[in-house]
Nanobody, 118 residues
């Protein structure tokens, strides 16, 4: 059963950091077996792909908009994937989602709000 849940969002000031977590609240779904991606969306815009980590964890890809500031990682023991976000900017304000792909099916979490404001 796949029930992805994101957490760690909040309100921060520009330049600060946040770490988002994505885990599975259901049973029998090991995140490390599958590629997982982080996205974000602001109202009126399409969902933007930010980062992807391969199932083995060794290959990671980032959007240009976050490269050098965001880092995706896994903790296999905790069955959790993280998005470390540094040097946050007001235009990083969005709802952040994680997505896992298994057998060509995408599973999404419900999102967590990140607001960057002074």
């Amino acid at each position: 059963q796949v029930q992805l849940v994101e957490s760690g969002g909040g309100v921060v000031q520009p330049g600060e950091s946040l770490t988002l977590s994505c885990t599975n609240d259901g049973f029998g779904f090991t995140l490390s077996f599958y590629p997982l991606s982080w996205y974000r969306q602001v109202p009126g815009k399409e969902r933007e792909l930010l980062a992807t980590i391969a199932s083995g964890g060794g290959v990671r890809n980032y959007a240009e908009s976050v490269k050098g500031r965001f880092t995706v990682s896994r903790d296999k023991a905790k069955n959790t994937v993280y998005l470390q976000m540094n040097d946050l900017r007001p235009n990083d304000t969005a709802v952040y989602y994680c997505k896992a792909r298994r057998n060509y099916i995408d599973y999404w979490g419900r999102g967590t709000q990140v607001t960057v404001s002074s």
